[in-house]
């Protein structure tokens, strides 16, 4: 049987207290106890739990760019599990980490670009050949392909197309750098957002270079995407929820805190030394993937789907009536990324079996059904959080962003008065800090005395 992710009694659009009390602004610490073993040890040591969230975030995105000849059945058509992410916080938040996210595809980057090496060194000995021996067939001669994982951020999108085309339609747009990805795209976004949008599916993407009309076409693209930026970046490359290219990422928030974190704990190790040592297991991986004659498909038991179709069912329901139409798209495409994380998951987790048996079909496990669920609430608060911010945000989304501005001026401790104050500080009237009050984030102490019920997150911010 499914577990009914909310429980609302009320249709007060102001509360919703029980959709924002499963909204959570981080990942729930007993999906970190159930994630695949080579990916479980990456987050032991790490307590600060939005730095771990986000780094799980940017290991499963890279990860699903590290799985070619895996698909699922999602809605009528066979996927891939190629993942977009934006990582949105302020300059010098910490958000650097994420560089250790690469990591773990290096070894499979290195890997092509020996390949590709070898193949170029081939090319000039042969083409040297030719010359001397003055063969006809010089002309026809071709470069061979430019094979490389990660695609850098500083390119057009006819180059990124042109990378991916040489590449089988796959590759990984990893950018921690902001101000690179920012001058980049500002000159080319249009065409760039066309192709992002296609790739998410998997549509054919075309682009052609004016100064030469070079043709590049990919007709079956597997594009990952990891970016991070500031929130006034996200906006200018994603303004509005029309285009239907914010719905397509799953974006996380990354506060800045005004602390200064001990930055000489190192425990005796290099914080890297997991990620490489995991990057080393990928990449046999993906050379075990890459050598399947036929794809691996991964799938849900029936009881599977049918606890799947009924939990995206009440979220869009229970989503609809707190948050309005803007985050419908995001929903329905965050049902299909959902169904990603999880295939990711299961495809590390069967790799890595010690008994694996060699097998063209795979069923996802059910505990990586329940960390793609609990992961799924968390990103939709964060996209809440983002559509409040847009110009054109739902008002309905734009009362939760002041409902969370309230709670975190108020101290752990307030009368009447106080919240009287501090809601009149974010327009709200005297009934609706009363509402709010009763929304299961507060407890009454006295006649007109007041605590947070506060949830307490472990680990420096």
Not at 43 to 53: K, L, Q, T, V
Not at 318 to 337: D, E, F, K, N, Y
């Amino acid at each position: 049987m499914h577990s009914k992710p909310f429980n609302v009694e009320q249709e007060d659009l102001f509360l919703l207290p029980q959709y924002q009390d499963e909204l959570c602004a981080t990942f729930p610490e007993e999906i970190y106890k159930h994630l695949p073993d080579p990916l479980k040890s990456l987050f032991e040591n790490i307590n600060n739990p939005y730095e771990r969230d986000i780094l799980l975030l940017g290991s499963i995105t890279v990860l699903s760019g590290c799985m070619p000849n895996v698909i699922g059945f999602y809605d009528r058509k066979w996927v891939s599990p190629n993942l977009y992410t934006f990582i949105e916080a302020p300059a010098g938040s910490g958000k650097g980490v994420l560089s250790w996210t690469r990591l773990i595809g290096m070894e499979i980057h290195k890997m092509l670009l020996e390949e590709t090496r070898l193949a170029k060194q081939a090319f000039e000995e042969l083409k040297k050949e030719k010359i001397k021996n003055k063969d006809q067939d010089l002309a026809q001669l071709k470069e061979p392909p430019y094979k490389l994982l990660f695609i850098p951020a500083n390119n057009s999108a006819s180059s990124v197309v042109q990378t991916l085309s040489e590449n089988d339609g796959a590759g990984i747009l990893f950018s921690t750098e902001a101000d690179t990805l920012a001058n980049a795209l500002a000159q080319d976004w249009g065409n760039f957002s066309d192709v992002l949008r296609g790739a998410f599916h998997h549509e054919p993407v075309e682009m052609q270079r004016r100064q030469n009309r070079e043709h590049f076409s990919v007709e079956h693209p597997r594009l990952s995407v990891l970016l991070t930026g500031t929130r006034g970046q996200v906006f200018r490359l994603i303004p509005n929820t029309e285009n239907g290219l914010f719905s397509r990422f799953m974006f996380y928030s990354f506060p800045a805190v005004p602390s200064f974190r001990d930055v000489f704990v190192h425990n005796g190790t290099d914080p890297g030394h997991s990620f490489r040592e995991l990057g080393q297991l990928v990449q046999q991986m993906y050379q075990f993937l890459k050598a399947q004659s036929e794809s691996i498909q991964l799938y849900f038991l029936p009881e599977q789907q049918a606890d799947f179709i009924a939990f995206f069912r009440e979220v869009t329901e229970v989503a609809h009536r707190g948050s309005g139409v803007p985050i419908l798209a995001t929903i329905h495409r965050l049902g299909l990324i959902s169904f990603r994380i999880a295939m990711v998951m299961s495809m590390v987790r069967y790799y890595h079996f010690k008994k694996r048996k060699n097998q063209l079909t795979v069923k996802i496990q059910q505990a990586d059904l329940v960390i793609a669920k609990k992961i799924s609430l968390t990103l939709l608060y964060h996209a809440n959080m983002l559509i409040a911010d847009m110009k054109d945000g739902s008002k309905i989304i734009q009362t939760q962003a002041k409902q969370q501005h309230f709670f975190a001026a108020l101290p752990n401790e307030f009368s009447w008065a106080q919240a009287l104050e501090t809601g009149k500080q974010f327009g709200m009237s005297p009934s609706s800090v009363r509402r709010y009050l009763l929304c299961g984030q507060f407890e009454r102490i006295t006649k007109a005395n007041y605590r947070k019920i506060v949830k307490p997150e472990s680990g420096e911010h």
